[in-house]
């Protein structure tokens, strides 16, 4: 077993850039995701015994090192680049969040006497994580106290069920074809402004102009950034820090210094994934038995809630599956995953829109996670 600090580290960074490599290379995992790749060899690496399942290597990348890549990724977050995504993609994209704010409230109900004074935690867990990915599921859960006793559990659960969603994106476009109008022209080909990179044009593998400079302000913002959040949280403890950091980074991200944001993206990115993998380590089975399947049928909730306002209103309003599949698995997986199946279904127009509503869900999960997550507590729901 593995659990000496710097082997344990290295073995972490050497997993989460074999996820990224074949992503980028090997055509059948470029349509599965670095996301579900590091998550996947996570939980390999713990559940055959070759790391341990606690190590203060975890307690740091789930502590500053993930709370620098939710600052790093949010200032990389550029509101205005909706302009580009076009009223079609947006209609989607807040489809799927109503879908999964329905959800969440249906599970919470549903299951609010097994799962008690935790409900109302998971059901902001649950939409923050189907409206904007990971990093939101990092978010809300840190900021409402989600138990340790119940995180690898819930993160399984989560994981488990957003694979299974993926691959429903991938296939319903097929078996619903005839259902729904065509997928429009533009989808098929390449946007404006985007480089042919063999079906790859995306941030994560575009190289990016970035000096040392630039590192070295994005490394003090980030860290000023925490900063300003846990001081602002103690003055106002009524919000969670994440909130304060979401907004703080957001405003920032806005002003004129940061209309880039060159390199923000890529390294908060790689620091997700870093934490993906310590999900996926703390994703075992016994723990997963310990928390019990009713936390899987809840996110089943979320998600089939989820499905059936999107795809069902979807098909209402004449949107097609292409972009229907796109923005949910914008806002279930995040911009890595949404990229997954514009290449996957060969729509290559669709994997900008989807990585800009995707990051968007970066911004509004945070948000709408906590909401939600306050107003099951408010109504005393499983309490």
């Avoid at 082997?7 to 055509?27: C, E």
């Amino acid at each position: 077993m593995i659990s000496s600090t710097l082997p344990l580290a290295a073995l972490i960074a050497v997993v989460t850039a074999l996820a990224f490599w074949l992503d980028r290379h090997v055509s059948f995992f470029s349509k599965i995701g670095a996301s579900i790749l590091t998550l996947a060899f996570g939980a390999i690496l713990s559940n055959t015994g070759i790391v341990p399942g606690k190590s203060p290597v975890y307690d740091t990348i789930s502590g500053p090192v993930t709370s620098l890549a939710i600052a790093w990724l949010l200032l990389s977050v550029d509101l205005r680049a909706l302009k580009q995504v076009g009223p079609r993609m947006l209609a989607a994209f807040g489809l799927a969040c109503v879908g999964t704010i329905l959800g969440a409230f249906l599970g919470a109900l549903a299951f609010s006497h097994e799962l008690g004074v935790n409900t109302w935690k998971m059901a902001g867990v649950f939409t923050g994580t189907y409206t904007g990915g990971s990093l939101n599921f990092v978010a809300v859960g840190k900021g409402v106290g989600l138990p340790d006793s119940v995180w690898a559990g819930t993160t399984a659960a989560d994981a488990l069920t957003g694979g299974i969603w993926m691959a429903a994106n991938l296939i319903l476009p097929l078996w619903l074809v005839r259902f729904y109008p065509p997928v429009p022209k533009e989808a098929l080909e390449l946007g404006e402004g985007e480089a042919d990179n063999g079906g790859k044009s995306h941030p994560f593998f575009d190289p990016a102009a970035v000096s040392a400079l630039d590192l070295g302000v994005l490394l003090a913002v980030g860290l000023s950034l925490l900063v300003a959040a846990d001081l602002t949280a103690r003055l106002v403890p009524q919000v969670p820090s994440v909130l304060w950091l979401t907004t703080y980074a957001l405003i920032v991200g806005h002003t004129p210094l940061f209309r880039k944001a060159e390199g923000a993206l890529q390294l908060g990115t790689l620091l997700l994934h870093l934490f993906f993998v310590v999900i996926g380590i703390w994703s075992q089975v016994g723990q997963i038995i310990a928390v019990g399947v009713v936390v899987f049928y809840y996110t089943a909730t979320v998600i089939g809630s989820h499905g059936l306002v999107l795809y069902g209103v979807g098909r209402l309003l004449g949107l097609d599956l292409g972009t229907l599949s796109v923005a949910s698995q914008a806002a279930v997986g995040g911009p890595s995953t949404a990229l997954a199946v514009a290449v996957g279904r060969d729509w290559p127009g669709l994997v900008l829109p989807g990585i800009i509503v995707g990051l968007v869900g970066y911004a509004v999960g945070n948000y709408l996670g906590f909401g939600v997550a306050y107003l099951v507590h408010g109504f005393g729901i499983g309490l």
